[in-house]
């Protein structure tokens, strides 16, 4: 029998575009894309900090599509191993709750992975040697480094810390600064990493992950996270010492990154709940964007 009902029909047509639209959030989500985002323009900055100017439109393409693949393939290999710590964590993340099938994540994981070997060959010989020491790293990472607790925690963060290295090997020039700014992404995603940790406690624990969390406690963990959030705003401040051309463009952004990192040190230390990692590890993205703009204006002396 036919429906009169006009919302009966409204919501008919709207449905294929509705399954359509949950189904593309689903992959964007597995891949998270800020992530994939930043650590492209990580190395996009790296270039552009090397090169005392902005890279060329090839350098810049390939730099930033090898970074974000390459990390967008290992996060889709990441849920697939997470999936039973994700059913308590996060039942609604695109495979625990079945959106996105385990075989199509497999496929989806190998053909971004691939194509970001693709763009690093490019590149030349080194960054390809770079782009696979940084894949077989996240995928030890993602099938047996992650239960080591700390250490798993320091393979991610020398990944997030390699983008600017590697934007100086893309453009043939490892200028000292990079390697300042490249410790001080390693000391604030260490951080971040611990305070995940915080928020994956209960998952974590099924599993018998190491996290800090669980071997320490919450509150260890949070003093931990928030030492090395101070000890990177301390740094940021020696910048000046390693290249005598930083810009004075360098600080402002820089500053309100250093105050963001202090205040999610504050927030973790006076509550060390999952709710409140949950909250600090993406406003920590907030805080390392600011920083990467920093590290831009900075780096670079037209500015």
């Not at 919501?11 to 689903?26: W, Y």
């Not at 770079?130 to 993602?142: G, H």
């Not at 600017?164 to 893309?170: D, K, N, R």
């Not at 963990?221 to 910048?239: E, G, I, K, N, T």
Request: aromatic share 10%.
């Amino acid at each position: 029998m036919e429906t009169t009902n006009p919302a009966d029909k409204v919501r008919v047509l709207s449905s294929p575009n509705s399954a359509l639209s949950t189904h593309v959030n689903a992959y964007l989500t597995l891949v998270r894309v800020p992530n994939c985002l930043m650590i492209g323009l990580a190395v996009v900055v790296g270039e552009s900090i090397a090169l005392g100017t902005f890279p060329s439109l090839a350098e810049a393409v390939f730099g930033f599509s090898t970074a974000s693949l390459l990390l967008a393939g290992t996060m889709v290999l990441n849920d697939i191993h997470d999936i039973e710590v994700d059913r308590v964590n996060s039942p609604n993340r695109p495979l625990p709750s079945e959106k996105i099938g385990i075989r199509q994540a497999y496929l989806l994981s190998a053909i971004l992975s691939i194509l970001g070997m693709i763009s690093s060959i490019i590149l030349g010989t080194f960054t390809l040697l770079a782009a696979t020491l940084a894949l077989v790293l996240m995928i030890y990472y993602n099938t047996r480094g992650k239960s080591t607790g700390l250490l798993g925690n320091a393979v991610v963060s020398f990944n997030v810390a390699l983008p600017f290295f590697f934007g100086g090997l893309a453009v043939h020039n490892l200028r000292p600064l990079l390697f300042i700014f490249s410790v001080l992404a390693f000391l604030a995603n260490m951080a971040r990493e611990i305070a995940k940790g915080i928020a994956d406690t209960a998952g974590d624990s099924l599993r018998r992950v190491k996290t800090l969390a669980v071997w320490k406690g919450p509150k260890t963990a949070a003093w931990s996270s928030a030492s090395l959030f101070a000890a990177a705003v301390a740094l940021s401040f020696s910048a000046p010492l390693w290249d005598k051309n930083v810009s004075v463009f360098y600080y402002p952004a820089v500053v309100l990154a250093d105050l963001g990192f202090l205040y999610s040190a504050y927030r973790l230390i006076r509550n060390p709940k999952p709710e409140t990692a949950k909250v600090v590890k993406k406003h920590v993205l907030v805080w390392m964007f600011l920083g990467l703009v920093g590290f831009l204006m900075g780096g670079s002396p037209v500015l």
